[in-house]
């Protein structure tokens, strides 16, 4: 149920995948009433839904746990940051994931004269995250995310959603991880220098449960009324 705040803005979260930040991102986004444009399940929803296309081809490459190209995936989000109900705000996530695609994102941002407003930067130890990646269970169909242990599907194995079968993601098997948070300190982690330095980045705990961890993102986005035209 979207709140429907006026408070919203534009807003991207970073952080190692398995911080939290499909689950945060969507949070805000509904509380603001805004867009959650998540760059990995625009790009899963294009494999199932253009499949032999020539961008799907190029999205491939995220079976095997490394990066789609810059272009492409930019493409993608700008797509999806072009519609109508994205004007009012957007909550980001996945993307950027290197200092080149943040500055695709800037000049894309700038151009039409709404840059961005805050970061998110979701900060969470090695063990945790681990941990959290190695027991998730994604829908297939509608992309909602569960746990085994700590956020287990109402009945096992089948989306509280949308009644679908739930899978184990490829890039959530032990390999793919290894490589993804590897993928991660090389290439995404010089993204909070580049942002601390434009005075944008808020960095929030995001260990411990859910609700605490998105009391603290609230707090974190809560000064941006102050700077929106809105
Ligand atoms: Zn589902």
């Not at 625009?42 to 995220?62: D, F, P, T, Y």
């Amino acid at each position: 149920m979207s709140e429907g705040s006026s408070r919203a803005g534009r807003v991207v979260f970073l952080g190692p995948p398995g911080a939290g930040k499909g689950t945060q991102g969507n949070r805000l986004a509904s509380f603001w009433g805004v867009p959650h444009v998540a760059s990995g399940d625009l790009l899963r929803r294009i494999l199932q839904n253009r499949e032999g296309s020539a961008l799907a081809a190029a999205i491939r490459v995220i079976d095997k746990g490394s990066l789609v190209p810059d272009e492409t995936v930019g493409q993608v989000v700008f797509e999806a940051l072009d519609l109508p109900g994205a004007q009012r705000g957007f909550v980001l996530d996945g993307y950027p994931r290197s200092v080149d695609q943040a500055r695709d994102l800037e000049r894309y941002l700038s151009e039409r004269r709404r840059p961005l407003q805050v970061v998110i930067g979701l900060r969470i130890g090695e063990a945790a995250l681990i941990a959290r990646l190695s027991g998730r269970l994604t829908c297939p169909n509608c992309g909602a995310s569960y746990h085994v242990m700590k956020d287990p599907p109402q009945t096992a194995g089948v989306c509280d959603q949308c009644g679908n079968v739930l899978a184990v993601r490829e890039d959530d098997q032990p390999g793919p991880i290894r490589t993804r948070l590897m993928l991660y300190h090389q290439k995404t982690e010089p993204l909070l220098s580049f942002y601390r330095e434009r005075g944008m980045l808020r960095e929030v705990d995001a260990e411990g449960d859910e609700a605490k961890v998105f009391e603290r993102v609230l707090a974190s986005s809560g000064g941006l009324e102050k700077s929106l035209i809105y």
